[in-house]
């Protein structure tokens, strides 16, 4: 294989407070997990870089993940437009069993949207290992992700659960 | 022309009209000489009482005559001037500290400022500091060099006292705040690198949001942190952020403004849409480099050992002063009606986070968190208390600022253990010696003096001194020079009363070099003796450093 193009790219975690967005980027960056919730101030930049993957056109690249953390806000005009820009995609999450958290999303998205018009989404519905297998909210998070029309992972930050699939789903559509 | 002697033949009131045109006549020279020197015996006088002007006609004199002496003798004008000098600089860096605030940071904003005012704080402290080490001497040359160049003279003294060199150069791509290169002046690169570009960009991207809410859409241009300050060049698309220390110079902002210039021109088109592509971006760290060189310089590089770990505290600090300007902007709580309210509740609340403390802190913690005190001043939550060393004082400022989300904390926690700062003084001193020579030079022979009275404050600790050469010559030259510039050192203390079974002398020659031998001036750095302060109890100087 041909030596991988580094290509650097900024990605946002969007979504309201408490739903993990901090303890994902954990569990992606060291492959750890923390019960305790220290709830994020402002904002918090990790990174890592991706395996290197083959793109379409046959060039080799490898994508060094600039990773956003921002604080959960409860409406979306709290959110300092500042932090939204230069980014290649966004990461909304959401806690599973906490439906008002799913509210802010699509005016976030559309926000995120105004100022990266090209930018990449998926959805993390996240805290999976606290809902039963058969539980409502499972179907109701895949008609959800329909209707904003983003493909979205079911995940657990705890058990690490399709974790590092939805990053990687993310950088596939850069 | 009249007779004089038909002129006395008149009467007496003729003649004495007479006597006094003959005297105008014969005197009229010298009473003009007369009247001029009455008048400048007059103004003179005046000058005397008038401090000001006595001064201005004194200074070019003194000058001058300092300017000879200086040739001439330097070392006793030092040892006469010094002792003057110091203090009154000293006092007037004290009085000058908001002017020097404002004149700093004219471009931060109102908001920021307040943070920084803090570290300005330290600032003009460290400043105490190194006046106490610096020479007279040294102090004494500033003050003249200031003198002729017409700059002020502190603004000179600080320059001397804190020498500028630049750390580290980013270049950050503005709108991500991706890394696009970075160089450093310490040998070992950071693994944090791209997260420090990440975290500036957010850091500029909240202030300018924060402050354009303020009315006037400004950019951040200084970050200030310990003994850095993180300069930031504003480009269109891209900015340098370059970590500083010292007081730069004109030539620095110059400088930067045209590496910014030229840097946009090269890459303004890659920039303007950039995908994050580094591919096109390879030669820009040797640009980067290019400008690093050419304003290093070697005085201070040993000394700041350490720099990735304070640049990494730092971003947690700032973060800190982050929460801080949110808060001053968007302040959580309501309105002035409810201050009855508000303030038990904010009793409440400090008392809640001294509670939780130890929580936040780790369990090895030696500081008694009983002895805290928090108190509330506006928007200023001063720490009080006793911390039991430098290590812990930082990391509970840092929890109680993430646990008070006050904009501006003021440390006043004060080492439950002074002799620990004493120690560390002693322990960063360095004697430097001349090439194959271990005579104590006369500015080296003042460190020693400063010492004396630190040495008597810690009376039962033994004191180590470790003689260290630089690399030329053979092995057992060095073991023999470095032995005898220790032993020299040793002599100094006697003599100045402190007891021989106090002192131990270790020579290492050349095998375990401070710096690396590469330049001269970094050979000039190895030839040096260096004091170690030794535990009291039998296992002695085993601590990690
Ligand atoms: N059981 C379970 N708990 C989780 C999971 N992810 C996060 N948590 C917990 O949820 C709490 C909040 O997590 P954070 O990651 O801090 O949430 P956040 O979205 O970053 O919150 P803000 O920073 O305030 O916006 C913490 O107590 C975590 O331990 C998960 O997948 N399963
Ligand atoms: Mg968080």
Redesign the interface.
């Known amino acids: 294989m041909q030596e991988p193009v580094l290509i650097k790219k900024k990605v946002c975690l969007l979504g309201s407070f408490n739903v993990g967005k901090t303890s994902l980027v954990r569990r992606f960056v060291y492959n750890v997990f923390d019960d305790l919730y220290l709830s994020t101030l402002g904002v918090k930049v990790s990174q890592k870089i991706l395996p290197a993957i083959e793109k379409p056109d046959g060039t080799v690249v490898q994508y060094q993940l600039m990773i956003w953390d921002i604080e959960g806000q409860e409406k979306f005009t709290d959110y300092l437009p500042g932090y939204f820009t230069g980014s290649a995609g966004a990461v909304l999450a959401v806690d599973l069993t906490r439906k008002n958290s799913w509210t802010i999303i699509p005016d976030l998205m559309q926000r995120f949207k105004d100022i990266n018009p090209e930018a990449a989404f998926v959805l993390a519905a996240n805290k999976l290992d606290l809902l039963p297998e058969d539980h409502a909210h499972l179907k109701e998070i895949a008609d959800f992700a329909k209707e904003i029309n983003v493909s979205h992972w079911l995940t657990s930050a705890k058990t690490g659960h399709n974790v590092e699939h939805f990053f990687h789903d993310l950088a596939s559509s850069f | 022309m009249a007779n004089p002697d038909a002129s006395f033949a008149e009467s007496s009131d003729q003649s004495r009209r007479t006597l006094d045109e003959l005297k105008a006549i014969l005197l009229s020279d010298d009473r003009r000489k007369i009247a001029l020197l009455e008048e400048k015996l007059k103004e003179l006088e005046n000058q005397l009482k008038n401090k000001d002007e006595l001064l201005s006609l004194l200074d070019p004199i003194t000058l001058n005559l300092l300017r000879k002496q200086m040739q001439t003798n330097p070392k006793e004008m030092g040892e006469i001037l010094g002792p003057a000098i110091g203090p009154a600089i000293r006092k007037q860096i004290a009085s000058a500290k908001d002017d020097i605030v404002d004149a700093l940071y004219p471009v931060i904003g109102q908001a920021i400022r307040k943070a920084v005012a803090e570290a300005m704080k330290n600032l003009a402290r460290s400043v105490n500091q190194k006046l106490d080490q610096a020479l007279s001497f040294r102090l004494l040359r500033a003050r003249i060099k200031a003198k002729l160049k017409g700059v002020s003279a502190d603004e000179a003294v600080l320059s001397e006292v804190l020498p500028f060199s630049i750390h580290e150069l980013f270049y950050i791509?503005?709108?991500?705040?991706?890394?696009l290169a970075h160089v450093s002046a310490e040998k070992q690169d950071s693994a944090v690198k791209?997260?420090i570009?990440?975290?500036l960009t957010?850091i500029?991207?909240?202030a300018?949001?924060a402050l354009s809410k303020e009315g006037s859409p400004q950019d951040l241009n200084v970050i200030e942190y310990d003994d850095f300050q993180i300069y930031l060049e504003n480009g269109r698309y891209a900015f340098i952020a370059v970590v500083i220390s010292g007081v730069p110079n004109d030539l620095f902002y110059r400088k930067i403004k045209e590496l910014e210039t030229q840097l946009h021109k090269r890459y303004a088109g890659l920039l303007r849409d950039?995908?994050?592509?580094?591919?096109r971006l390879e030669e820009l760290p040797s640009e980067l480099e290019k400008f690093l060189r050419e304003f290093q310089r070697t005085e201070t590089r040993s000394e700041h050992a350490p720099l990735w770990a304070k640049v990494a505290v730092s971003f947690l600090i700032i973060?800190a002063l982050?929460?801080g300007i949110?808060y001053l902007f968007f302040p959580p709580s309501p309105p002035q009606q409810t201050i009855t309210v508000n303030k038990t509740a904010k009793a409440l609340q400090l008392e809640s986070i001294l509670d939780k403390l130890s929580d936040h802190l780790p369990a090895s913690l030696q500081t008694d968190l009983k002895n805290l005190k928090l108190i509330v001043d506006g928007r200023v939550l001063y720490l009080q208390g006793r911390a039991a060393n430098e290590n812990e004082k930082v990391k509970i400022a840092r929890v109680v600022a993430?646990l008070s989300?006050f904009p501006v904390i003021v440390n006043e926690l004060t080492l439950s253990n002074p002799q620990k700062t004493v120690v560390e003084k002693i322990n960063k001193t360095r004697i430097y010696f001349q090439k194959e020579s271990s005579r104590i030079l006369p500015n080296e022979k003042k460190k020693i003096h400063s010492l004396i009275p630190l040495f008597q404050q810690i009376s039962d600790q033994k004191i180590r001194l470790i003689g260290h050469s630089d690399s030329l010559g053979s092995d057992l030259l060095n073991l023999n020079i470095s032995q005898k510039r220790a032993e020299a050192v040793r002599q100094l203390l006697i003599e100045n009363g402190i007891e021989q079974n106090r002192i131990e002398v270790v020579a290492k020659g050349r095998k375990e070099p401070l710096v690396s031998n590469r330049s001269e001036k970094e050979r000039a750095l190895n030839r040096c003796v260096v004091f170690k302060v030794l535990e009291n109890t039998s296992d002695a100087g085993t601590r990690a450093h």
């Open positions: 791509h503005k709108k991500s705040g991706i890394l791209d997260v570009g990440g975290m957010a500029k991207n909240f300018q949001d950039f995908s994050g592509d580094m591919r973060a982050i929460i949110r993430e989300g």
